[in-house]
C-alpha cells in the first residue's frame, strides 16, 4: 500500500492527523526534498527509512516503491503542499497501476492558501470576483496556449501563480494586458516558515519590490482586486437574506 501525502506548505503543524498518523507508522518515507520540512519526520517508526528523492529520477522513485511494497513494507510519498498541484503524481499512478499497487491520496495545505493566510487575505470577494486562478507561466515547460497569462488575465479573477517567480518582470508585463497597472499585487516568499515574507505592492511596481528582496524562489505571486479593501458584504451572514441554515431576519417577522 501506498499513500501520497500532502505535507503541507512548510510549518510541520499544517499536516493533516491522518498524513502525520500514516508518515510515523510507514516504513518507508520518500519525501520531496526541496521543499518539504524534515521537522515532519521527528516521530517516524524506529528503523524507518527515510529517503529524499530530490536527486532522484522517476523510475528511481518508482523502484524504491516497487522494491518496498513487494516486500510487504507500506510506503509514504510525501509531496509538498497538496500533491494535486504541480505534484507529478499522475506518472506515479499510472505506474503503480500498471503493477496492481493500490494507494490512497492524503490532501494537505497548498502554498497557495498558506499565503492566504498569511497575508489575511479571501480570494472570493462579493462584488469583485468569485473565481481563483491556480496557475503557472509558461517557462522550461510549456502551458497549454489558451492558459497564457495574457488569456487569463482577461477573467480579472483572483490569481495565484506558482513557479513563476523567476520571471517575476516578463510575469507582470503579460499582467498588464489586462489588469490595470495599479491592480493590487503580492508576493508570499516561504508561507508558514519561519522566514517567511510578504511584499504587497501594484502590479506596475511588484518585479522592482522582489528583486530588492533577493526573492527568486519558493514563492507565490497573487493578482487581483481580492487583495484590495473595497467590496461588498457576504449575503451569507447578510440578516435580511435567507439560507439553507438561517432565514433572514425580516422574513421571520
Ligand atoms: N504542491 C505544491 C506546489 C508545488 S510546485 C503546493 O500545493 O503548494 C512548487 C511551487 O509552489 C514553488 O515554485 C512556489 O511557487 C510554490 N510554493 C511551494 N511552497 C511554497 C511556500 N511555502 N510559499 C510560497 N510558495 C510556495
Known amino acids: 500500500m501506498l499513500y501520497f501525502i500532502g505535507a503541507g506548505s512548510g510549518d510541520p503543524e499544517l499536516l493533516t492527523v491522518k498524513g502525520k498518523r500514516i508518515i510515523d ?3 518507508v518515507i520518500i519525501y520531496t526534498g526541496s521543499l518539504v520540512n524534515k521537522e515532519l519526520f521527528t516521530d517516524i517508526k524506529e528503523g524507518a527509512k527515510l529517503i529524499n528523492s530530490a536527486s532522484l529520477s522517476l523510475d528511481e522513485v518508482l523502484d524504491i516503491i516497487f522494491d518496498s511494497t ?19 503524481i499522475r506518472e506515479q499512478m499510472v505506474a503503480l497501476d500498471k503493477e496492481g499497487i493500490e494507494y490512497e491520496v492524503i490532501p494537505g495545505v497548498s502554498s497557495v492558501f498558506a499565503g492566504a493566510a498569511a497575508m ?21 515547460t510549456p502551458v497549454p496556449e489558451a492558459e497564457s497569462i495574457e488569456n487569463l488575465a ?17 510575469l507582470a508585463k ?14 508570499v516568499y516561504k508561507a508558514s516558515w519561519p522566514d517567511q515574507k510578504i511584499i504587497v505592492s501594484t502590479l506596475e511596481c511588484i518585479a522592482d519590490k522582489v528583486k530588492e528582496a533577493d526573492i527568486n524562489k519558493t514563492a507565490l505571486v497573487y493578482v487581483g482586486r ?18 439553507e441554515f438561517r432565514e433572514a431576519q425580516d422574513a421571520r417577522r
Open 25 to 27: 507508522s510507514s516504513d
Open 226 to 243: 481580492f487583495l484590495a479593501d473595497e467590496f461588498e458584504l457576504s449575503k451569507l451572514y447578510d440578516k435580511h437574506f435567507s439560507h
Open 120 to 140: 489575511k487575505k479571501e480570494f472570493t470577494l462579493p462584488g469583485v470576483t468569485q473565481t481563483l486562478i491556480l496557475t503557472r507561466m509558461a517557462g522550461r
Open 174 to 187: 503579460k499582467l498588464m494586458t489586462s489588469y490595470p497597472k495599479d491592480t493590487p499585487a503580492a508576493v
Open 154 to 170: 482577461k477573467i480579472q479573477a483572483s490569481m495565484a501563480i506558482f513557479l513563476s517567480i523567476a520571471s517575476i518582470d516578463e
Open 70 to 88: 513487494a516486500k510487504g513494507l507500506s510506503v509514504a510519498r510525501v509531496h509538498t503542499g497538496d500533491p494535486s498541484m504541480y505534484g507529478a
